[in-house]
């Protein structure tokens, strides 16, 4: 089935000039995002690997003939909003924040959806969205890069930022949209739809995805759009440590719409929510816990979604072998969603994790773990903020006093406001009228 805006990938166009100053400029900023997921662990350095997937580029160069191609039974101005939606529906904690975007935006004829998964663009087929599925080659790679003392890598992440860049460009000069909407551009490749957009004049927006750390060093502090929307308050003071506060707008977020909250119980599971990297400080934090809860039957660990499940369970196996610790610890990763898991949890222990948030719009007990050098209260909520130390007789405290739980519970409710303004887009909606001009 054809969408009235076909693209053709196969490769991709080489002959549209650059400048060449804003292309070294911005292969640079590209290096941002992917030296950070190295330095924690969850971007792959290993050389074979990526030796293999140069031979393996070169192999399919040999073989294949690639080419893009673009309908032209289209108007030049007909999309006045392009969404770029590079979170797969799998994930659905991020994809649901543009997905609602575009299911509920109400003149959807001003919208094309520009994405890299499958699952995406059947989503689009099927929901007669207009749509382009654009993806990357998955082994190019460029010798110069070496020579201008690039690692493998390194290399493979600029030829992913070259193809994009003319692809985009490319783009943009046929839809010319007025607004470019990404989930999150820190994160590859939205930051190039960002880049370029900026480089072509078109007003951007980006997204909150997740929690805003209290600090003045992380990610969020080198965002490329014009505007952030973010989901409340506490967000925007956070924010404000890196951004200009006019660049930052308060819309709320409807990516917890789905939580279901329970009724109050002092029965259920402890879940832990860490989001902690590299693996050597994870091994020690959940020791530390572990030691602490070990009485405690029913503890389930969700793991951060980059993280290897099975060398994860092989840590918290070592960790109860050579402590002596006999509950029955379950560790679960995608296969099980978070807000199934919160049905069943009496306490949730939070580390760094946006996680705290549906916690507390489910019902659930919070505390969050006060680790020096890791962590800092996220919900800001200091009843909740304790040492590892301090688990046993907190989590014993609230079973047994279910008028304290109570009470912990309702503090929670009372902070949720100042952490997400509003559940529907008619703020952000709003917003991006203004900037349309309409």
């Known amino acids: 089935m054809k969408n009235n805006l076909t693209l053709i990938v196969e490769n991709v166009l080489k002959s549209i000039s650059i400048d060449k100053k804003y292309k070294e400029y911005a292969l640079e900023e590209s290096l941002i995002t992917f030296k950070y997921l190295k330095e924690v ?22 073989i294949f003939s690639k080419k893009i191609l673009l309908e032209n039974n289209f108007k030049k101005d007909k999309y006045k909003i392009l969404v770029a939606i590079n979170f797969s529906i799998a994930d659905t904690r991020h994809s649901k924040i543009l997905l609602d975007f575009i299911n509920e935006y109400p003149n959807k004829l001003d919208l094309l959806i520009v994405t890299n998964h499958k699952c995406v663009e059947e989503y689009c087929v099927k929901n007669n969205f207009s749509y382009i599925f654009f993806k990357t080659s998955d082994y190019n790679f460029n010798f110069g890069d070496l020579c201008s003392g690039y690692t493998i890598n390194e290399s493979f992440i600029f030829t992913e930022y070259r193809e994009y860049i003319d692809f985009l460009t490319a783009l943009y000069s046929k839809v010319t949209p007025k607004v470019v909407i990404t989930t999150q551009d820190f994160l590859l490749p939205d930051f190039y739809f960002a880049k370029v957009a900026n480089f072509n004049n078109i007003q951007t927006i980006t997204h909150q995805h997740g929690e805003i750390p209290n600090s003045e060093k992380s990610l969020y502090s080198v965002l490329f759009s014009d505007y952030f929307m973010c989901w409340g308050e506490i967000s925007k003071e956070r924010l404000k440590f890196s951004l200009a506060e006019d660049r930052i707008k308060i819309v709320g977020t409807t990516k917890f719409n789905k939580i279901r909250e329970k009724g109050n119980s002092t029965e259920g599971a402890i879940l832990i929510t860490p989001t902690v990297f590299p693996l050597n400080k994870f091994k020690s934090i959940l020791k530390s816990i572990l030691i602490e809860i070990k009485e405690f039957n029913g503890i389930i660990i969700k793991i951060h979604p980059t993280q290897d499940i099975k060398k994860i369970k092989d840590v918290i196996s070592e960790i109860c072998r050579l402590n002596e610790i006999k509950t029955d610890i379950k560790v679960v990763g995608n296969e099980q969603g978070l807000i199934d898991l919160l049905d069943k949890a009496f306490v949730l222990i939070n580390i760094n994790s946006g996680a705290y948030l549906e916690g507390v719009l489910s019902g659930t007990s919070l505390i969050e773990l006060d680790i020096d050098g890791v962590s800092s209260p996220l919900f800001e909520n200091t009843d909740a903020f304790m040492k590892a130390s301090d688990l046993k007789n907190e989590i014993l405290k609230r079973k047994l006093d279910l008028e304290y739980n109570e009470t912990i519970i309702r503090n929670q409710n009372l902070l949720l406001k100042k952490n997400i303004f509003s559940s529907n887009l008619e703020t952000e909606f709003e917003f991006v009228k203004s900037l349309l001009g309409s």
């Open 41 to 62: 662990g969850l971007r792959n350095t290993i050389w074979w690997k990526s030796l293999v997937k140069l031979f393996v580029g070169l192999l399919k160069k040999i």
